[in-house]
T-cell receptor, first 115, second 111 residues
Framework: GAVVSQHPSRVICKSGTSVKIECRSL??????MFWYRQFPKQSLMLMAT?????????EQGVEKDKFLINHASLTLSTLTVTSAHPEDSSFYIC???????????FGQGTRLTVV | GESVGLHLPTLSVQEGDNSIINCAYS??????FIWYKQESGKGPQFIID?????DKRQGQRVTVLLNKTVKHLSLQIAATQPGDSAVYFC??????????FGKGTKLTVNP
C-alpha cells in the first residue's frame, strides 16, 4: 500500500516552545491530509482536515491559532503546536488520501512530550 | 488530557481461537466502514473495509460483517495469533471526507 511518513517519531520540548510535525506522502499525491490526536487508552480524535493550497478546516474545540496546519504541496502537510504546554502532550497522527479519495493511509505517529 | 476512568474495552482469547470484535455506529449516512489495527506506539494499520451496499466481506483470516439495521459492525479474526494482539478500531465515513473512529477494543491473545 501507499506510504505516509511522519517526522519526528518522538519529540520532547519545553513549555512555551513550538514544535513542527511533518507528514509526507511518499509515493502518491494527497490533496487531503488529516491530523489526529490520541491520548493514552483513547481513540483517535480528528483535529483538522488539511487541503493542499487552502486553509485547513478545524474540528470544533480545536484552536486553529495553537495548532497551525500548512499543506503547501501535494505530498507534505505540517502541524505546528505553538506555545506548547504539558496538556498538549499526546500522540499525533496524520493520514492522507490519494486523489481517488478512497482509502486513508496513516503515518506512524509522533509522540509529543511537553515538559 | 486523559479522561480519568476511561478504559478501552478488552477482549482476551486463547491462541487459535476465533475473535469477534464489535462496533456500533450512530450515523445513518455512513456508507464506508474500515477496521484498523493499532499496535503500541504506532499509527493505525488498515485491515479490511466494507461499503454499505454489502453486509459481509472476507479477507485473509478476517471477516467484516455490517448490519445497517442496527448500525453494527463486527470484525472476526480466525485462528487468532499472538501477533494479532493490538487495539482494533472501527472507522466510518459518509457524506463527508472525514473518517470518524470508534472507541477501540484491546485484543490480547494468550499463548
Amino acid at each position: 500500500g501507499a506510504v505516509v511518513s511522519q517526522h519526528p517519531s518522538r519529540v520532547i520540548c519545553k513549555s512555551g516552545t513550538s514544535v513542527k510535525i511533518e507528514c509526507r506522502s511518499l509515493d502518491f499525491q494527497a490533496t487531503t491530509m488529516f491530523w489526529y490526536r490520541q491520548f493514552p487508552k483513547q481513540s483517535l480524535m480528528l483535529m483538522a482536515t488539511s487541503n493542499e493550497g487552502s486553509k485547513a478546516t478545524y474540528e470544533q474545540g480545536v484552536e486553529k491559532d495553537k495548532f497551525l496546519i500548512n499543506h503547501a504541496s501535494l505530498t507534505l502537510s505540517t502541524l505546528t503546536v505553538t506555545s506548547a504546554h504539558p496538556e498538549d502532550s499526546s500522540f499525533y497522527i496524520c493520514s492522507a488520501r490519494d486523489l481517488l479519495g478512497t482509502e486513508a493511509f496513516f503515518g506512524q505517529g509522533t509522540r509529543l512530550t511537553v515538559v | 488530557g486523559e479522561s480519568v476512568g476511561l478504559h478501552l474495552p478488552t477482549l482476551s482469547v486463547q491462541e487459535g481461537d476465533n475473535s469477534i470484535i464489535n462496533c456500533a455506529y450512530s450515523n445513518s449516512a455512513s456508507d464506508y466502514f474500515i477496521w484498523y489495527k493499532q499496535e503500541s506506539g504506532k499509527g493505525p494499520q488498515f485491515i479490511i473495509d466494507i461499503r454499505s451496499n454489502m453486509d459481509k466481506r472476507q479477507g485473509q483470516r478476517v471477516t467484516v460483517l455490517l448490519n445497517k439495521t442496527v448500525k453494527h459492525l463486527s470484525l472476526q479474526i480466525a485462528a487468532t495469533q499472538p501477533g494479532d494482539s493490538a487495539v482494533y478500531f472501527c472507522a466510518e465515513t459518509g457524506g463527508s471526507e472525514k473518517l470518524v473512529f470508534g472507541k477501540g477494543t484491546k485484543l490480547t491473545v494468550n499463548p
